[in-house]
């Protein structure tokens, strides 16, 4: 069985400095790995998502993700954040050989004046 | 503009109703799913369609229901049984089950009074 775990339920940051949200994973079989953003009572829109290839994969928005396989991890990096991305952020995984995304709890990102 | 429409955006009910909350996609994606969203517990799938006439119980399907009688229509329906019915519901597409990438629509949020 697959399983996400996001390790920060809330990040506290201010403006124009750098953040990373970390997402790790259980899998027994080859991902696909997503990140999703989520505005206050909106629906989720992708950011990035690892399919294969280069591991550092570049997003939306300015942010970036890495994939790394021997520690079954997909953190979410951004050099320097916005008012404007304090949002909820869910990482998500995908087996390369089914259909059924398994989602993360979600980070709750603020972004301080 | 493509997307996913959810309908109505909110929604109060009383204990005993069945409800019926609406999505259509005009993307052209053979896939079709619900979530429910609980603070705290990421997005969980209710039910999900690969193809028209054609529908499977995801991880929470109790007290739900579903039908896909058309490519672009999937209307969940929230019934009595459902124990906890209040929580914020999400319906997603995907072109189909082999590619990872969600598509969701804003959502519709459900209390029960």
Redesign the interface.
């Known amino acids: 069985a697959q399983s996400v775990t996001q390790l920060d339920s809330q990040v506290p940051v201010f403006e124009e400095a750098p953040v990373e949200l970390r997402c790790n994973y259980s899998s027994s079989v080859s991902v696909y790995l997503f990140w999703y953003v989520q505005y206050p009572n909106q629906g989720l829109q992708l950011l990035l998502k690892y399919l294969s290839g280069s591991t550092l994969v570049k997003g939306i928005n300015g942010f970036e993700a890495e994939f790394n396989k021997s520690q079954t991890s997909f953190h979410l990096r951004k050099p320097s954040v916005h008012i404007s991305d304090t949002a909820e952020y869910f990482c998500a995984v995908m087996n390369t050989g089914g259909f059924k995304t398994i989602f993360g709890a979600g980070t709750r990102l603020f972004v301080k004046a | 503009d493509g997307g ?1 429409t ?1 309908s109505p955006k909110y929604l109060f009910r009383k204990e005993g109703q069945n409800v019926t909350l609406s999505c259509e996609q005009n993307l052209n994606h053979d ?1 079709m799913y619900w979530y429910r969203q609980d603070p ?4 969980r ?1 209710i039910y ?1 369609s ?1 193809i028209v006439n054609d529908f499977q119980k ?1 991880d929470i399907a109790e007290g739900y229901s579903v039908s896909r009688e058309k490519k672009e229509s999937f209307p969940l329906t929230v019934t009595s049984a459902q124990k906890n019915p209040t929580a914020f519901y ?1 319906c ?1 597409s995907s072109i189909d ?2 590619v ?8 519709s ?1 459900l209390t029960v009074l």
């Open positions: 996913i959810q896939a705290g517990q990421g997005l799938l999900y690969q995801g999400l997603a089950f082999s990872g990438e969600l598509f969701f629509g804003e959502g949020r």
